[in-house]
């Protein structure tokens, strides 16, 4: 697997570099893994969302539809976000599993860092402090290759959340790592640890 540290883009960049990848992927290339953080944005599945359009006119928040699963999210700065450019049959994996695997990584290093209670939820894909939401998954798959993925909330504002209903569940809280933990964390941290489990799950 091929791991490209992007630092921060606006989102329809890093939609550009994930058609290319998916694309070099397909011709029979590695597995390709995008590791970034976006531009405030709001982004919408492709069964939509519920989204308070005066509020983000005020936050002066984009809102781009896209061609995931799911429903509504928010990315920006502080969020660390993964885009596994993976070929699934090639690794033996059904989207159910794949998915599992990324919400198992996430809740493990949320968990490394003293957040014991954090754990994915295939009910409603992501990974969860008890009710609050500390990391979304969603994804397209193209001719066996996924693309979008995962966005986990390091130290990033809450306040683009309150303009959404976060995957379409109302009364759902929103939360990051830092404030689970009460401390300081630098997304640079997380992004190398989630990169190092990431590359022993998916290289094959």
């Known amino acids: 697997m091929i791991v490209h540290d992007l630092g921060r883009l606006a989102y329809s960049a890093g939609l550009e570099l994930q058609k290319k990848a998916r694309a070099r992927v397909l011709e029979g290339g590695p597995d390709e893994l995008l590791l970034l953080e976006h531009d405030p944005v709001v982004t919408l599945g492709r069964r939509g969302g519920v989204v308070d359009s005066g509020a983000l006119r005020s936050l002066q928040t984009p809102v781009i539809e896209t061609d995931r699963g799911g429903l509504a999210t928010w990315h920006g700065p502080g969020q660390l976000v993964g885009y596994p450019i993976v070929d699934l049959s090639r690794a033996g994996l059904k989207v159910p599993r794949f998915v599992e695997i990324l919400g198992e990584i996430l809740a493990c290093e949320a968990r490394s860092h003293g957040v014991e209670g954090a754990a994915y939820d295939c009910a409603r ?35 683009g959340f309150n303009a959404i209903v976060p995957c379409g569940l109302n009364g759902l809280g929103v939360t990051t790592l830092e404030r689970e933990i009460g401390r300081e964390l630098d997304v640079e941290v997380v992004l190398r640890s989630v990169q190092s489990e990431v590359l022993s799950r998916f290289s094959f």
């Open 125 to 159: 894909p992501g990974v969860y402090v008890e009710n609050r939401k500390l990391a979304a998954i969603g994804l397209h798959l193209h001719r066996g290759v996924s693309s979008h993925g995962f966005a986990f909330n390091v130290n990033n504002t809450l306040e």
